[in-house]
Nanobody, 115 residues
């Protein structure tokens, strides 16, 4: 089992930045990839970014050039640096970890962006 705890959400104005963190514990050696997803009220959960153990990254078109995903393997932590935030980025952000035994989710952290 892998447990994930997100932090770093909050209220910012449009154009500002936030950095989300996702701390993993448990069988962290199983984690092949970390991902970030987001879900706005009344909408489906959407993919935001993913980073593989190799360091390769993938981003949703909506965040390319503004968001950066990274991981610190020594700390078993993934990050999502979000710059130039827009009101449409407001959502609950969820951390995801994928491994051979399945996928794991954190409880989510709220990001609010005022215009």
């Amino acid at each position: 089992q892998v447990q994930l705890v997100e932090s770093g959400g909050g209220l910012v104005q449009a154009g500002e930045s936030l950095r989300l963190s996702c701390a993993a514990s448990g069988r962290t050696s199983d984690i092949i990839a970390f991902g970030w997803y987001r879900q706005a009220p009344g909408k489906q959960r959407d993919f935001v970014a993913r980073i593989l153990r190799s360091g390769n990254t993938v981003y949703a078109d909506a965040v390319k050039g503004r968001f950066t995903i990274s991981r610190d393997s020594a700390k078993d932590t993934a990050y999502l640096q979000m710059n130039s935030l827009k009101p449409e980025d407001a959502a609950t952000y969820y951390c995801n970890a994928a491994g051979p035994r399945g996928q794991y989710w954190g409880q989510g952290t709220q990001v609010t962006v005022s215009s």
